[in-house]
Each structure stands twice: as C-alpha cells, then as structure tokens.
C-alpha cells in the first residue's frame, strides 16, 4: 500500500501573485505552493539549457553523489565519482545512473551567471548562496528536511522531477533520526509492519516542469525523483518563526557536531541506537493518537 501522498500541491500564477497575497496565503501560514512562472523575469528562464552549460562549463570537474542505503544516516560529503561537467550532462541525457550533482555551487566557477536572475519580490529574507541540483531519470533524493530549517524556492529549468511533501509536525511518525535531518522510511516502497507510524502520516505531491518553482516551507521533509534527467536551482529565505531559526542553528551547531563526534567513535552502534530511539518516540506517539498504552509493534531491524 502506498503511502497517502494524492492530495496535489496547489499551482498559482507566480508570475501575478503580488506578495500580499503571498504572504496571506503562503509564506505566513507556511503551507507549500507552485508558483508556476515566476522565474520567467529573468533571462535564466529561457537561456539556462543543458547546452549552454555544457559550452560554458563543459571542462569544469564535478563531484558525483550515488544512492549508498549503507549511508542513510549520513549526510553525504565525500563524492562517489568525479567528472567533466559536459560528460556527465551527456551521460544523465543518453543513459540512466544514480549518480547526482547538488549543492553545486555553480556561481563559484561562473559568477557572470549571477545575472542571469534575481530574488523574486514575492519574499523577502533572501538568504543569496544559491545552488544547482543536476540529476539523470529515475534517480532518487532520500527523504530529508534542510538542515538550516530556511524556506526553500526550488525553481526546475529543465526536465520534470516529482516532489513529494510532509509537514515537520509529522516528523516523529516519519521517523526522524536523532541529531539528523533523514529518515530511514522508503517513501516509494514503505513497509508498514517495521514503520506503524506511516499508517498516520499525510502529504502532498506535486510534478515540477519547466519554469515551476515550489515553495517549499520551513522544515518540510521532501523526496525527490527525477522523472527526466533535468536541473533546477535553489534560493531561500530565513525561517518565518524564531521557533524554526534557533532550530536550524542548533541544527548546524550542536547537532551536527554530536552527531559526527559519536558517528567517529562507535559509526554503528550510534546508528543503531538512533533508529531505536526514534522507533520508541514514534510509538508513543502512536499511542497518543490511539489513546491507548499497547505493547510495541514490530520493531526496526538493525
């Protein structure tokens, strides 16, 4: 059974919606939304194709990220393969691969491309790293929250990718990894017998095309799937409540920091003692929502 995720992600005009309407409707309330349209102000809209980067970046070398399930408590920092920047765009065209390209900081390497866009009036609070996702078909971002808590724009220039949304309340039924931002639920193939908690959780999906950015708010846990090989870019804004701001700062400091000292000293045990920690919190929370105080389901294999 597949996890409950029909209900669509709104689509707006983003190219009319005035920010009193946005801030209404979206950004202060903090509920998802499609702005479709709203990057076509700029010239990356129609000139940022894959072969305009593969003619002005094509010799760049780039690091390659893989799906590694033996890492899925880990943020991923040590690339599984390096590249040309040309070769791989060729390769995510002509074959599928798991290998993905994100947080690319592409600006870096060609900062003239800064003004090929702008931060759209509709926020404000720009947080102005922006970065680039480049992934081939069928490849998969595990389900995660953004470490800094911000709000997110993921805008797709090419491509169309699936994005599949749950609100941070639901984070204890999904899961959660202590001192981390993952989760060890396969959202495609959930397995209700060892993850009771998903028999509780809702979300939301939406289809990004061309032009489409989506709001994603802070904390909202996300999943990824590349439907076509594509690229999109990322620009964010501070966290609208001081609630979600002092949690991504302990998020980047005191979690971060707890989580690597102990994944140094004991890497398995602490992953194991993590899933049995969250198991227990999602277990009470269960009960809450029952009522009752039963015995524990079946736990999650080690």
Do not use: C
């Not at 479709?36 to 940022?48: D, T």
């Not at 397995?191 to 289809?207: C, E, F, M, R, T």
């Not at 846990?221 to 870019?233: Q, R, S, T, V």
Request: aromatic share 14%; hydrophobic share 35%; no cysteine.
């Amino acid at each position: 059974m597949a996890l409950d995720v029909q209900t669509p992600v709104p689509v707006v005009d983003g190219s009319t919606m005035t920010r009193e309407e946005f801030y209404a409707q979206y950004y202060r309330p903090q509920k998802p939304v499609v702005l479709r349209g709203l990057w076509k102000q700029y010239p990356a809209y129609s000139k940022w194709t894959m072969d305009f980067f593969k003619k002005t970046m094509g010799n760049i070398e780039v690091g390659l990220f893989g799906n590694r399930p033996e890492d899925i408590s880990k943020t991923l920092q040590v690339p599984n393969a390096k590249m040309r920047f040309d070769e791989y765009l060729n390769l995510i065209e002509r074959e599928p691969t798991d290998l993905r390209l994100f947080l690319f900081p592409v600006f870096k390497y060609k900062p003239e491309l800064l003004k090929d866009f702008g931060y759209p009036s509709i926020a404000g609070g720009y947080i102005k790293i922006p970065f680039m996702f480049f992934g081939p078909p069928k490849s998969i971002v595990r389900m995660h929250q953004d470490i800094d808590m911000s709000n997110v724009f993921l805008t797709q220039f090419h491509g169309r990718k699936r994005v599949i949304l749950f609100a941070p309340d639901q984070s204890t039924l999904l899961y959660r990894l202590p001192f981390n931002v993952h989760s060890t639920v396969d959202v495609d193939h959930p397995d209700y017998d060892a993850y009771p908690g998903l028999n509780y959780v809702k979300g939301q999906s939406a289809v990004l095309e061309h032009g489409d950015t989506l709001f994603m708010p802070s904390g909202y846990w996300h999943h990824i799937e590349y439907l076509e090989g594509g690229f999109g870019l990322s620009v964010r804004t501070m966290a609208y409540s001081w609630q979600m701001k002092l949690r991504g700062v302990y998020n980047l400091t005191v979690q971060r920091t707890t989580d690597n000292i102990m994944r140094k000293m004991n890497d398995e045990k602490w992953f194991i003692y993590k899933k049995k920690l969250a198991y227990e919190r999602a277990e009470k929370a269960i009960q809450k929502l029952d009522g009752t105080s039963s015995m524990p389901r079946a736990t999650v294999g080690s």
